[in-house]
């Protein structure tokens, strides 16, 4: 399965609440010292679980239902985080992973626009560009391309049926 991509997703107004209300000083992250799971770091982040094992996780699992339920129209949720990245100095890239071992839907929201890429094992790619939305098969391994221009990057990540 390829990907689905859905611009402009969010009204005008709603995208600027969602970036107020994650980019203020008091949001809580975590740290993670890498993306995904290997032998060595392939890009600290931080992170903020909203739902995870088959709860509300946080006290902002709101957002999920605010803004994105209509949108992603699941069944189950099976897990939703907000990605926050610094800015790299160079140039470095995840590995490629599948967010789940099985398979079900992944969608990547882009909170706000950077250079970070993520990429497809398949060789597309999708430019971190605010507001869209790529929807895709949870077995379609992917990375991200973290961003160098200065700016913080923010995704939320769904999984679901």
């Known amino acids: 399965m390829n990907f689905k991509i859905k ?3 969010l009204s005008p107004e709603d995208l600027k609440k969602l970036q107020e209300k994650v980019s203020t000083s008091v949001f809580p992250w975590f740290y993670k010292p890498s993306l995904t799971k290997g032998k060595r770091p392939d890009g600290a982040l931080f992170q ?5 094992d088959s709860r509300p996780s946080s006290q902002y699992f709101n957002i ?6 209509k949108h992603l129209d699941y069944k189950a949720l099976i897990l939703a985080r907000i990605n926050f990245n610094l800015s790299q ?3 470095l890239q995840s590995r490629f992973h599948t967010d789940e ?13 950077t250079n970070a890429v993520t990429w497809f094992k398949n ?13 895709f098969d949870s077995m ?11 700016k ?10």
Do not use: P, W
Request: aromatic share 18%; hydrophobic share 35%.
């Open 7 to 9: 611009k402009a997703l």
């Open 48 to 52: 903020h679980y909203l739902y995870l």
């Open 64 to 69: 999920v239902e605010d803004y994105f339920k």
């Open 89 to 91: 100095t160079k140039i």
């Open 101 to 113: 071992s099985y398979s079900c839907k992944t969608a990547i929201f882009y909170i706000n626009t």
């Open 123 to 135: 060789g597309k790619k999708v430019e971190s560009k605010e507001n869209t939305l790529v929807m």
């Open 140 to 150: 379609l391994a992917h990375k991200v391309q973290f961003n160098t221009d200065g």
């Open 152 to 161: 913080q990057r923010y995704v939320i990540n769904f999984n679901y049926f």
